[in-house]
């Protein structure tokens, strides 16, 4: 199973997504490998960094350009490739979409974050004529931890409006443990942090939950 993950805005929570998912899979027994298609390097570099803690290591790999036929590949020999795209609408995205089974999209609960749906529907909506097992997803990041504050709401509501958009229920909060591990080449949920291993959890849950036939079926197809 390809899950890639894209937005067009920078910043949005999607490195901190790949290598979170990709521990946790691992956990799990899943064979997962991260395909690192920004030239930033954010994901490939933490996973350098993960080669000397005492964690298991997880298989990284940077791609750039066309990357329809080598993730084509990849899916043949891994559970779950985890695509981690640069934030913006880039070759990368737009090929890489091409073989994705689910195209996951983190957004901030932001009106400017928001503002980029369309752009990203759009781009999806051309990749399904090609490709139409596409499943596009959108995940909440950076929420606010004070419940007063009524922006998750706001941005429910928000995609109200996009049925064809799976909304996951389950959010990530703004936790300074994200960026602690993200330092260090771990997952939240090797830093003994109650909140953020249940919310993982929760959200990466909630994508196998939705989607795990494929998972299960597509290993060494
Ligand atoms: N839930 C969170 N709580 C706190 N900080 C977070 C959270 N998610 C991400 N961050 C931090 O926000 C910053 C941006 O996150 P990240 O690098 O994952 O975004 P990105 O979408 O991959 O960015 P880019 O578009 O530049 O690749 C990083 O410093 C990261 O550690
Ligand atoms: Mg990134």
Redesign the pocket.
Same mark, same amino acid.
């Given at each position: 199973m390809i899950i890639l993950v894209g937005?067009e %805005?920078? #910043? +949005? #929570? %999607?490195?901190?997504?790949? &290598?979170n998912f990709a521990v946790l899979l691992a956990s799990l027994k899943k064979d997962v490998v991260i395909v690192d298609t /920004?030239r930033?390097s &954010?994901s490939a570099n933490w996973a350098q960094y993960r080669e000397e803690t005492e964690q298991p290591r997880i298989d990284c790999i940077r791609q750039y350009g066309n990357l329809t036929k080598t993730l084509e590949s990849l899916n043949t020999r891994y559970n779950i490739v985890i695509v /981690? !795209?640069? #934030?913006s609408i880039s070759k990368e995205l737009q090929t890489g979409l091409l073989a994705a089974d689910i195209v996951i999209m983190?957004f901030r609960p932001s009106q400017w974050d928001l503002d980029t749906l369309p752009s990203m529907l759009e781009v999806i909506e051309t990749a399904k004529n090609f490709n139409s097992k596409l499943n596009a997803c959108a995940v909440m &990041?950076? !929420?606010p931890t004070n419940s007063r504050i009524g922006e998750l709401e706001e941005a429910r509501e928000f995609f109200a409006a996009y049925p064809e958009v799976t909304l996951l229920k389950n959010v *990530? *909060? /703004?936790? %300074? +443990?994200?960026?602690d591990a993200?330092?260090s080449g771990l997952g939240a949920i090797e830093l003994n942090n109650d909140k953020a291993t249940a919310e993982v959890h929760d959200v990466c849950k909630e994508i196998i939950s939705i989607y795990l036939s494929k998972i299960e079926g597509n290993h060494g197809e």
């Open positions: 937005s %805005k920078g #910043g +949005v #929570g %999607k490195s901190t997504l790949s &290598t /920004d930033q &954010t /981690d !795209c640069q #934030g983190p &990041t950076m !929420c *990530f *909060f /703004d936790r %300074k +443990v994200y960026r993200a330092s």
